[in-house]
């Protein structure tokens, strides 16, 4: 207890007196010795390069605390310089000021002076350590790229095998030898005592997870089986896999652990057990891998194994190198195990890339693009890892053992990503479709889309790491990333980006919360029609839409004031080639705000007739009576001319032309026709239907019934129910209803019984 009260006054002491340290500003002494160590070692270029990393390291702290001291006092220093403006320019030369001014203006300018000191001193320490960081960079760089053109000696010598067998025999030997000092140890036999209960535990429950793991993850993945769709099955298999991999790493870990505590090893051992985890873990890789290449009907059982034959020689490479480097092998030793390691990869390689040019079958619902697409890039890929595997034997058998080396692995692990990201990405759109439950729609959504964007962008820095990129760069770009780009007065840095994302996309979330609220809960209870419920909603959803652009900006720092000269150039842009489209925006506006049309309308635009579906900023979309949807810009509703047959109610009128033969009653047809059209129960009695009596046509005599219905939408039902009643009325009383007769003449007849001249036969 005593003990842990005295680390906890420790570690407050370092607390405070890093704060105190943090307050006073950097130590610029301490940062001068710092700086001229590291010029010294840069000068000489003789440190290694773990050296070199730790200055660096050291340097780059040193650049970071300059960076925060560089804008320290900022806020006070605006204010005093906006005090000194305050007081107005100096004096010219031989005019008086009061003293007052004088002596106030004096001390602002010995504040500013004393503020500004530190900050320019600042300044100009961060360049020093910027270019010194920089200058370690340039020389691990060289060093990197002078190691991967260095040739050393070929493992193609016989004579150099049986040294390089007999000093991996010799590793062993040490390694079991160190295992055999260890047990042989009383005390080290009494610890172990003392211990065995703990790693009995840790055995059983690593063999618990190790061996069942699959049964617990397959109990509980039974609620994605239930659904019994494609995507669910995937789902399912994606987590029982991934959730099996995970508890056996777990698993491991424990035997490790176990291990550890027993202390049965030497200094080799402990390189091993230290090792092993990475080890392992691609190893697990691999085999996870190939479990889900399995499990594709198209892949071949070579590709599978393969897969878990570049895994477990990357393992044991990665297992052994810190063995290998303990006891301190020769070039010549190194140069044979890495190619053997190198010749066995390239095997593995060889046939991931042979299996990663074969065209799959076509996909159940797989558009032909996205064959087409998946189908280049995995080609492309696999002509790749065909080169590689040919390429770094060969180099491996010219000398270049690191060439080789940083080719071919790199090559196999960022395989593996790729192939790990691909069944990410698939389980990513599962689970759309799974909680969406629309299937296939669901998958090709732009959630997953996002979703799968983002995972892959996070791992760029994997694939790097991979390639031999140092972490000292990796960071480094980060923090140029970080500080953003300027464009004028404006920075424009990640961390603004994502907060104008986040907050556009909760703006449009709030907005689309009230419009759906305004729209089934409120609205709804008003008096208002469907037209001016529509309006309101789609007004408030384009100012939502507006005032979210506007914060979301503004709270990412973006001076909007700095937008202007973009703002004048855009006016321009509109006026000489975007008129088309302000106009219809403006016109849709003046729809929603007026509205002549609604929703729901019949009405007829440009020689097309239909019912209004959607009222929309730029255009409207009108479904005709052959249900196809026709876009009409919004401007020809404001400048042309609409017929609107239901604006405000549904009554309309209707003409059903009727024509009779030539000797026909007319008063009895026009008093039948008027019968027929006041028995319908669609008529309005008030003002009540009227029969015309056109005229004489060249065929009949030409009557029309004009009737006004109570609902115009169902005019041609009413139609054709009027001509029906109309047919059996004029057939029971014999009126006859005509039809056109023509009388042909048939100019030089001869031609058709034949002469002389010519026969018809």
Request: net charge neutral; proline share 4%.
């Amino acid at each position: 207890m005593v003990r842990c009260v005295f680390v906890w006054l420790a570690v407050l002491a370092v607390w405070v007196t890093t704060a105190v340290a943090q307050s006073n500003g950097p130590d610029f002494d301490v940062w001068s010795t710092t700086a001229m160590r590291a010029e010294r070692a840069i000068e000489n270029a003789q440190a290694s390069d773990q050296a070199l990393t730790t200055l660096r390291a050291e340097l780059d702290g040193w650049r970071r605390e300059f960076a925060e001291a560089r804008t320290a006092n900022s806020t006070r220093l605006a204010t005093l310089n906006e005090q000194l403006a305050a007081l107005g320019a100096a004096p010219a030369e031989g005019t008086t000021e009061p003293a007052v001014i004088s002596e106030r203006r004096a001390a602002l300018t010995a504040e500013i002076d004393r503020l500004g000191t530190p900050r320019l001193a600042a300044i100009e320490a961060f360049a020093r350590a910027d270019g010194l960081v920089g200058e370690i960079d340039g020389i691990l760089d060289a060093r990197q790229t002078s190691a991967l053109l260095a040739r050393g000696p070929s493992p193609l010598d016989p004579r150099a095998w049986w040294p390089a067998a007999a000093s991996v025999g010799n590793t062993l030997d040490s390694l079991f030898a160190g295992v055999r000092q260890a047990t042989q140890s009383p005390a080290q036999r009494e610890r172990a005592l003392d211990r065995l209960p703990f790693v009995v535990l840790m055995t059983v429950l690593a063999g618990l997870l190790i061996l069942k793991s699959r049964s617990w993850l397959m109990v509980l993945a039974r609620p994605v089986l239930r659904r019994e769709t494609t995507e669910s099955d995937g789902l399912a298999r994606f987590l029982v896999t991934t959730g099996a991999l995970a508890l056996n790493f777990a698993g491991l870990y424990l035997l490790i652990v176990a291990l550890q505590t027993l202390e049965f090893y030497g200094p080799r051992g402990a390189k091993l057990l230290a090792s092993l985890p990475i080890a392992a873990s691609v190893v697990f890789l691999g085999y996870w891998l190939a479990d889900a290449a399995s499990q594709v009907p198209w892949r071949t059982k070579r590709f599978a194994f393969a897969i878990r034959l570049a895994a477990i020689v990357l393992g044991v490479r990665i297992l052994f190198a810190d063995v290998f480097a303990l006891d301190g092998y020769s070039a010549t030793t190194l140069a044979v195990l890495d190619f053997i390691f190198v010749m066995v990869a390239a095997l593995g390689l060889g046939v991931i890339g042979q299996a990663l040019r074969r065209r799959p079958p076509m996909a159940e619902g797989e558009m032909t693009e996205q064959r087409g697409l998946s189908f280049a890039l995995r080609k492309y890929l696999g002509l790749g890892s065909i080169a590689v595997a040919l390429i770094s034997p060969a180099l491996a058998a010219f000398g270049y053992n690191e060439a080789a080396t940083q080719l071919i692995f790199p090559m196999l692990l960022s395989l593996g990503g790729l192939g790990a990201l691909s069944i990410v990405f698939e389980a990513v759109r599962d689970s759309f479709a799974w909680l969406g439950g629309t299937g296939s729609r669901a998958r090709e959504g732009l959630g997953p889309i996002f979703v799968n964007l983002c995972i892959g962008i996070a791992s760029i820095p994997v694939f790097a790491l991979m390639w031999g990129v140092r972490p000292s760069s990796l960071a480094e770009l980060w923090s140029k990333v970080r500080s953003g780009i300027t464009i004028g007065e404006t920075v424009i840095s990640p961390t603004a980006f994502f907060t104008l994302i986040i907050i556009f996309a909760l703006g449009v979330m709030i907005t689309r919360l009230v419009q759906r609220a305004l729209s089934v809960n409120v609205l709804p209870r008003t008096k208002m029609d469907v037209g001016a419920r529509t309006a309101i909603v789609s007004g408030l959803g384009y100012l939502g839409i507006f005032l979210a652009g506007i914060i979301a900006v503004t709270s990412a720092g973006i001076n909007l004031s700095s937008l202007a000269i973009v703002a004048g150039a855009l006016s321009v842009g509109i006026g000489f080639g975007l008129q088309n489209i302000v106009s219809n925006f403006v016109s849709g506006i003046i729809l929603l705000i007026e509205r002549p049309i609604s929703e729901g309308d019949w009405i007829e635009v440009g020689g097309h007739m239909g019912y209004v579906r959607d009222i929309s900023v730029r255009s409207t979309r009108i479904e005709t009576f052959d249900k196809t949807d026709v876009i009409v810009p919004n401007a020809d509703f404001v400048s042309g001319t609409v017929t609107n047959y239901t604006r405000g109610n549904t009554t309309g009128r209707i003409i059903v032309p009727v024509g009779v033969a030539y000797g026909s009653d007319t008063r009895k047809i026009q008093e039948m026709l008027l019968e027929i059209a006041q028995a319908h129960p669609m008529v309005l009695l008030n003002p009540g239907p009227s029969v015309v009596f056109q005229g004489f046509g060249a065929d009949s005599l030409d009557f029309e019934i004009r009737a006004i219905l109570r609902d115009v939408t169902w005019g041609l039902t009413v139609k054709t129910e009027m001509n029906h009643q109309i047919n059996e009325a004029f057939t029971k009383a014999g009126i006859e209803i005509p039809y056109a007769q023509r009388d042909i003449w048939i100019r030089n007849p001869e031609t058709l019984t034949g002469n002389s001249e010519g026969e018809i036969g």
